[in-house]
C-alpha cells in the first residue's frame, strides 16, 4: 500500500504479525493497547474478529486524534483515553471493564513523534528541546532539565539512559555553555555541540543519538514504574490472558525480562516467549526504526 511521501511504511506496526500471533484477538473480549500511538497494533487486533473489543491509551493527544480517525470505522468496539499506562487500573475502572484478554504496549516514541519537528524529539529538525510526550502536561521539557541539573546529575542520566561514554565530557560542555549565559535550547545547539566531541556509532548512527535517547527517557519517565505495570497488567488478565511488550532498548528489555520472570516464577504465568522476538531482516529493511526491537509475551495461568 504505498502512498504519497511513504507515510504506511513509516507507520507501519513494528513486529505486527508477531505481536497478533502471541496476542490472540480471534479469542474476542476485551484489549488494552498501552501505546494506541497511530492505532496499528489497535487496528490489527479489532480486525482479527468482531467479538474483540478495545481500550487504547495513549499520553500524546496528537497520537489520539490519528488513531481516532483509524479507529472510526470499528464504533463502539475502539475506546480511546487519553492517560499514562501507569494508570491502566483507573482506566479501566472507569470504564467499567475488571479482566483482559489481552494487553499489548509497544514502548518508546512514535513516529509521529519523531517526525513532528516542532516536538523536538529528533536532530534532523531544529527545534525548541522539547521531548515531553504530552505536551499539555507540567512535566519539565528536555531544555528546562538541561538548564536546571548540575553537571555531575546530567552526566549520570546521560550514561544511564544514554549509556553515552563521553557523558562527563558532554555534561561539562553543557554547563559550561550555560554558565557563558547561552544556555543549550535547540535541538540543533545540542546535536552540534555533541557531534563536536563525540565521533558517530558504528555504521551510520549520528553522535548525538544516545544524548537523544537519554534525555527523552528522562523527560518522560520512560523507566519509572515499568515493572508495576507489568504486574498491574498480568493481574488485570482474565486465566489465559496475554500481555505483549514490544522494547526499544536493552534498558527497557531489562526491565521487561526481569518483571516477567518474576511472574513465572511465582507461577503466575507462562513465558510464551524464551528468548525476545525481534524483526525478519526483511522488515527491519522497510522499516529501519524497527532493527532493535525485542517482543517479549506471556501468558496468564488457567486457573489465577
Ligand atoms: C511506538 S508508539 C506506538 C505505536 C502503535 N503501536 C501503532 O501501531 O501505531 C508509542 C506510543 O506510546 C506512547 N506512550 C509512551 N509512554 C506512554 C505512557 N507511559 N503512557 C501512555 N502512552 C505512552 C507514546 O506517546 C507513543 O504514541
Do not use: C
Not at 535541538?187 to 555504521?203: C, D, H, I, N, S
Not at 528522562?218 to 490472558?241: H, K, S, T, Y
Request: charged share 30%.
Amino acid at each position: 500500500m504505498a502512498s504519497v511521501g511513504g507515510r504506511d511504511e513509516r507507520h507501519r506496526p513494528v513486529l505486527l504479525q508477531e505481536a497478533l500471533r502471541a496476542l490472540a484477538p480471534e479469542r474476542g473480549g476485551w484489549f488494552f493497547d498501552a501505546t494506541v500511538g497511530a492505532g496499528g497494533h489497535a487496528e490489527g487486533v479489532l480486525e482479527a474478529s468482531a467479538e474483540a473489543r478495545l481500550i487504547g491509551v495513549d499520553r500524546d493527544r496528537e497520537a489520539l486524534r490519528v488513531a481516532s480517525a483509524r479507529l472510526a470505522r470499528f464504533g463502539d468496539r475502539a475506546r480511546l483515553v487519553h492517560a499514562d499506562f501507569r494508570d491502566i487500573r483507573r482506566v479501566l475502572e472507569a470504564a467499567g471493564v475488571s479482566a483482559l484478554a489481552g494487553v499489548i504496549a509497544d514502548l518508546g516514541v512514535s513516529s509521529l513523534q519523531l517526525d513532528a519537528p516542532e516536538r523536538g524529539f529528533s536532530f534532523r529538525f531544529d527545534a525548541p528541546l522539547d521531548m515531553r510526550m504530552d505536551v499539555g502536561s507540567e512535566a519539565q521539557t528536555a531544555a528546562e532539565l538541561l538548564a536546571r541539573l548540575s553537571e555531575a546529575e546530567i552526566a549520570r542520566l546521560l550514561r544511564e539512559y544514554g549509556e553515552e561514554r563521553r557523558a562527563r565530557l558532554i555534561a561539562r560542555a553543557i554547563v559550561q555553555r550555560r554558565r557563558g549565559g547561552k544556555p543549550v535550547q535547540t535541538t540543533r545547539e545540542l546535536a552540534e555541540l555533541v557531534a563536536a566531541l563525540v565521533r558517530g556509532g558504528k555504521g551510520r548512527t549520528h553522535p548525538a543519538t544516545r544524548v537523544f535517547q537519554a534525555l527523552r527517557i528522562a523527560v518522560n519517565r520512560e523507566l519509572d514504574d515499568l515493572d508495576q505495570f507489568i504486574m498491574q497488567a498480568a493481574d488485570l488478565l482474565q486465566p489465559a490472558g496475554r500481555l505483549v511488550i514490544i522494547s526499544f532498548h536493552s534498558l527497557e528489555d531489562r526491565i521487561v525480562k526481569r518483571t516477567f520472570r518474576q511472574l513465572a516464577a511465582a507461577g503466575r504465568v507462562e513465558l510464551l516467549t524464551k528468548r525476545p522476538i525481534v524483526p525478519t531482516p526483511e522488515e527491519t529493511r522497510v522499516n529501519p526504526r524497527a532493527r532493535s526491537a525485542k517482543l517479549r509475551a506471556l501468558r496468564k495461568a488457567d486457573q489465577w
